[in-house]
């Protein structure tokens, strides 16, 4: 697990926007599975 520090409150959802689009490629079939889950604790 890594824990990301945030400078800006619009930061978080340049990150997650960014995240989110990581995936990785099935050799078998052409699908893209998710790679990374995002959890998200407000007041840290």
């Known amino acids: 697990m890594l824990e990301v520090g945030l400078k800006e409150p619009d930061d978080f959802l340049k990150v997650r926007e960014t995240l989110s689009r990581i995936g990785v490629a099935s050799r078998k079939e052409r699908k893209l599975y998710q ?5 998200h604790k407000q007041g840290r």
Request: neutral net charge; contains cysteine; aromatic residues 0%.
């Open 35 to 39: 790679s990374c889950h995002i959890l």
